[in-house]
Structures are given as structure tokens and as C-alpha cells.
């Protein structure tokens, strides 16, 4: 597996593995099927994992945890937070806010620890920037955390260039996740040029598309009905409908070059720059090896050009998220 930097302080594997659909969002899956996956990670050279509070809630976290257990001198466990969790509202309902606020935040991540059962969490980071505090507050919390030593490293999710320039000036931030794919290139430009300047590594979330640039989702029936996706626009029939037809391109190129529809869209995320390790979502063995193996994928310069254009954002219907959950993303 390659290695790839995130900032000064981190050493990944080039392709992670986002753990959420594990136990939350699309379904879930088996414990011991999730535990199974994320040994087999591991054996491929995968070294970076990433989940959240909010995922569960907090059953993720615990999978991590118990699944990763074996292998925690191998691994770079990533968590977040900045949510306002109900404990006891149900997955849909359980989240109701945002809380940044810095007694939070040194609470999560007491908590956080206890459930991955780490002394110390690799990453933490905001998951969303909260207006209601400023930014310098909220990494200076994070700060003292890594001062005590129970965090090794910050990060930011979803944050605009000009709070990621604040909360660097408080303590230095290695990542920044956002979500980033052919179809979603909002962090291209000043966002993606003040990490390079900086040094701060990029992690795409969603690089396949929460699935449909991998050609296997289709209409809504594809997924059940609790799906998360099912509340996105860009997932509603009509709007998948209309993009099809450049998935179809996506699944041609990809044939034209021997590779499937996903990894061909993973290979041309990872093009984009060494800073940038994505976080592809696998509940299934076949689709983490398939994952893993697009690190190997060479595109030349005509390629990622032809994908770039053919498959640009604007050609694609539907926004990523609803009004509300647009709103907390690159303030």
C-alpha cells in the first residue's frame, strides 16, 4: 500500500476506509461482518479509519474500537465531533443541533475515548463548524486536548479558507474532510489551495458518490427505506434518472481502461494531489479490495482531463444535501 502525508504529523495509507455505513446511515450491517472488514483492511495495508460520535450514535465509535483492537499500534483512528446528540432519540431524531462550545468539546472526547477504548484519539475533528462559537475557542479546546495527550492531531470538516486560516493560526490543523468526487468539487480552488499552502492534508468523504458513481445504484428501490440517502436530493428518482447517463460514461471509460466504474473514480480523486487521501466507505471485503486496488491506477494527464469535463458538477442534478445540512458546510 502507498503511504501518503496528512500534514506534519500523520502517515497513512493512501486510500482509508469511512466506517459510518457500518452501523449507521445506509442500514448498518452484522458486527461480526463489520469486524471482519476491518481486519481485512488491515491485511491489505489500510492504516487509517475514520468515524464519529454521530454515527450510531456512538455505536460506531464502539465497533472501531472493538474491531481495530488488535492492530492498535498499526493504526490512525480518526474521530469527530460537533454535533448535539440526544442519547436517547432514535438514529434518525438523535441529532438536533450544533456544539461547539469548549466544555463540549472536552467532554466528547473524554467520551470518545472511552468508547474506541484508545488513550489517545490520532485525529480529532470538528465535524461542522458552528457559528454560535468561534473558531479560535473551539480549537484552542482541541489544543489543550492535545497538550494533555489524549489527541495526537486536529482537524476540520466542511470548513470554509477562511476559518481553516483561523484555526490553523491557534494549532496546527493536518486534515480537512470534506466531501470531494467527480460530481462534488465544491473545495476545489481557494479551499484545496489553502491546505497545499499550508500543509494541511485533504480527506474526501463520499469519493464514489455515496455510491452511485459506482453504477450499482439506480432508482431509490436500490437502497431500503431507512437509508440516509433517501433524504438527499440528488437521490430522489427523477434526479437519478437524469444522471445516469454520465455514470454510463463513467462505467464506459472505465471498461475502455480496464478498471470498474468506482475505481476509476477513486484513481482520479487520488490524482488530484498527494495531500489527499480518501476515505471510501466499504461494508463488503469485495468492495474494500476493490477500493484498495484503485491506489495502483495510473491516469494520464488526457484522461483525468476527458473524466474531468465529461463528468463536471454542473452536469449533474440535485444538490448534495437538503437546505438545512447545506448550510453547515464550507462556512
Request: hydrophobic share 40%.
Amino acid at each position: 500500500m502507498k503511504m501518503r502525508k496528512l500534514g506534519d504529523v500523520l502517515t497513512v495509507s493512501s486510500v482509508g476506509l469511512g466506517c459510518m455505513g457500518m452501523s449507521h446511515g445506509y442500514g448498518g450491517q452484522d458486527e461480526q461482518d463489520a469486524i471482519r472488514t476491518l481486519h481485512r483492511a488491515v491485511d491489505l495495508g489500510v492504516n487509517f479509519f475514520d468515524t464519529a460520535e454521530v454515527y450510531g450514535p456512538f455505536k460506531n465509535e464502539e465497533l472501531i474500537g472493538k474491531g481495530l483492537k488488535p492492530f492498535r499500534d498499526k493504526v490512525v483512528i480518526a474521530t469527530k465531533f460537533g454535533f448535539r446528540i440526544d442519547p436517547n432519540a432514535a438514529d434518525a431524531k438523535a441529532m438536533s443541533g450544533l456544539d461547539s462550545r469548549p466544555e463540549h468539546v472536552r467532554e466528547v472526547a473524554e467520551a470518545s475515548l472511552k468508547r474506541l477504548g484508545v488513550e489517545v484519539i490520532d485525529l480529532f475533528y470538528q465535524h461542522r463548524v458552528d457559528p454560535n462559537v468561534p473558531i479560535e475557542d473551539t480549537v484552542g479546546a482541541m489544543a489543550d486536548l492535545v497538550a494533555q495527550g489524549k489527541v495526537r492531531a486536529l482537524g476540520l470538516s466542511e470548513a470554509g479558507a477562511d476559518v481553516i486560516r483561523r484555526a490553523h493560526a491557534v494549532h496546527p490543523i493536518t486534515a480537512l474532510q470534506s466531501e470531494y468526487s467527480l460530481w462534488t468539487r465544491d473545495p476545489e480552488g481557494e479551499i484545496l489551495d489553502t491546505c497545499r499552502e499550508l500543509n494541511i492534508g485533504f480527506v474526501p468523504f463520499s469519493p464514489l458518490g455515496r455510491g452511485f458513481l459506482t453504477g450499482k445504484i439506480q432508482k431509490p428501490d436500490d437502497f431500503g427505506p431507512d437509508d440516509f440517502r433517501n433524504t438527499l436530493p440528488r437521490f430522489s428518482a427523477e434526479n437519478m434518472a437524469a444522471n445516469a447517463s454520465l455514470v454510463t460514461l463513467l462505467e464506459g471509460m472505465a471498461a475502455d481502461k480496464g478498471v470498474t466504474a468506482a475505481q476509476l473514480a477513486l484513481a482520479w480523486v487520488l490524482a488530484q494531489g498527494d495531500f489527499i487521501v480518501p476515505i471510501p466507505g466499504a461494508r463488503k471485503i469485495p468492495h474494500l479490495e476493490q477500493n484498495v486496488a484503485a491506489s495502483d491506477i495510473e491516469l494520464s494527464s488526457e484522461e483525468l482531463k476527458t473524466l474531468g469535463d465529461l463528468l463536471a458538477p454542473e452536469k449533474f442534478s440535485g444538490t448534495r444535501y437538503a437546505a438545512q445540512a447545506m448550510a453547515w458546510t464550507n462556512r
